[in-house]
Every structure is written in C-alpha cells, then in structure tokens.
C-alpha cells in the first residue's frame, strides 16, 4: 500500500501550534492576574483550568466517538480564549470577598469556607448560563448539513466539550483550590 496523502504532518503541525497557544493563554492569563489581583497563586489555580479543559474535551471526543481532526484541534485553538474567562471570574470574586473581609496587606488565616462559598454561590449561577448561551450560539452549526457539516461538527463538538469542561471545572474544582492557593 503507498499512501498517496499523508496527513501526519499536517496533525503535528496543528498539535504544534495547539501546545503553543494553550502556553502562551497560559502566560497572558498569568500576566493579566498578576496585574489586576497581584496575586501569583491565584495564577495558578486560574492556569490549571485551561489544560483540564483541554483534556475534558479529549476525552468527550473520543468517548461520543468524534474524530479527532484539524477542524476538531481548530475547535479547541478557538475556544482557549474562552475558558479562562470562568475561572478568573470565579477566582476574582473569591478574593475579592477575601480581601475585604481579611483587609488587604492581612494573611488569611482559618477556615475560609464560611467567605469562600457564597462569593462562588454568587457567580456560580452566571457562569453556568454564559457558557449555556455560548453554546447555544453554535446550534446552526449542528444544523449544518453535507460536506459543511461533516468539516464544521468536529470543531462545533470540540468547542461545545470544552466550554462544558470548564463551566464543570469552574464551579466544582476552581472553588476547591480557592481556600488552598490562596493563603
């Protein structure tokens, strides 16, 4: 068998330009935080959502039995701009209710869980139906049939997983790692 069209370099290549996106979100989304909150830790608990989302989206392709192509990758390349936007809401209103209870230049001491879980109840419900709205705008894509819809289903799937992934994430792990990194 010789292979007319060989596509691998092609998928590395958008493997590539996948990694260094997801890392260079990764460095403005740190940046960003330390400038507003100036807070590092905070950076981190914000940083750890985007590849969890990432893989979350991986694991729901493969699990629905979606292929894993260059529209599906393009899928994910799009929507990194996105998923950092839950998290930095969740963590921003957390220390935001930290700091005006503990004072600014004060170190958190103590069960923190009593400021913690109403700041993150208070966006909780926010940032559920953003990410509900954000998916219901890729509805025509669904609809799509024919060559259109075999190429863009991919990449609509792709997007719809992840923003699922980190809605999921943001009200369930982001809160978690609150009381942890922000001490």
């Known amino acids: 068998i010789v292979p007319f069209y060989d596509r691998t370099r092609l998928i590395r290549g958008a493997i590539h330009t996948l990694t260094e996106t997801l890392v260079v979100e990764m460095i403005i989304a740190s940046a960003a935080i330390l400038l507003l909150l100036m807070h590092l830790r905070s950076a981190f608990v914000i940083c750890i959502t985007l590849p969890m989302a990432v893989l979350i ?97 991919p990449l609509a799937w792709t997007k719809t997983f992840a923003l699922i992934g980190v809605a999921v994430l943001a009200i369930t792990l982001v809160p978690a790692l609150i009381p942890i990194f922000l001490r």
């Not at 921003?92 to 170190?107: D, I, M, P, R, S």
């Not at 869980?113 to 890729?138: D, K, M």
């Open 57 to 153: 989206s991986i694991i729901l392709l493969r699990w629905f039995g979606i292929s894993s192509n260059i529209m599906s990758l393009s899928g994910i390349a799009i929507s990194i701009g996105i998923l950092v936007d839950q998290a930095i809401v969740m963590v921003e209103n957390a220390t935001h209710h930290l700091t005006a209870h503990f004072g600014h230049h004060q170190k958190i001491t103590g069960d923190t869980r009593e400021i913690i879980i109403p700041a993150c109840r208070t966006v909780g419900r926010p940032i559920f139906f953003s990410v509900l709205i954000t998916i219901l705008s890729f509805l025509p894509v669904f609809a799509l049939t024919g060559r259109s819809g075999k190429m863009f289903h």
